[in-house]
């Protein structure tokens, strides 16, 4: 029993981490992650109720396997594109998902 414990923290810390917004920022920003990280492949990304998180450089977010969460009342802004792997899903409960750039139609891409 204590090795199947063990093997399903360790499998747990390589898989990735949650990381949920501590209050509204900027992506780049240490200071809007739980963690004090910026999230990172293979996160579950948290937006919190009533948090504005902002992508303020266009194409940053370029990652690999990543699920977001925005909760209800809270926000992804973004100006640029964002394109993920085809692992990685995109789920709103509630929130909001903002693009504020021009009027190219290819903003989120996830593969391909």
Do not use: C
């Not at 063990?6 to 949650?18: D, E, N, Q, W």
């Amino acid at each position: 029993m204590r090795i199947l414990f063990y093997l399903l923290l360790l499998v747990s810390t390589i898989v990735g981490a949650k990381e949920y917004s501590i209050d509204s920022g900027n992506w780049e920003s240490t200071t809007t992650w739980s963690k004090g990280l910026q999230p990172t492949t293979e996160d579950t990304i948290i937006i919190k109720q009533n948090h504005s998180v902002t992508i303020s450089e266009p194409n940053t977010l370029h990652t690999t396997d990543v699920v977001i969460i925005i909760e209800k009342d809270a926000s992804l802004v973004f100006s640029g594109k964002i394109s993920l792997t085809e692992d990685s899903k995109i789920i709103s409960n509630g929130g909001n998902l903002i693009s504020l750039g021009g009027g190219n139609s290819d903003k989120i891409k996830i593969g391909g």
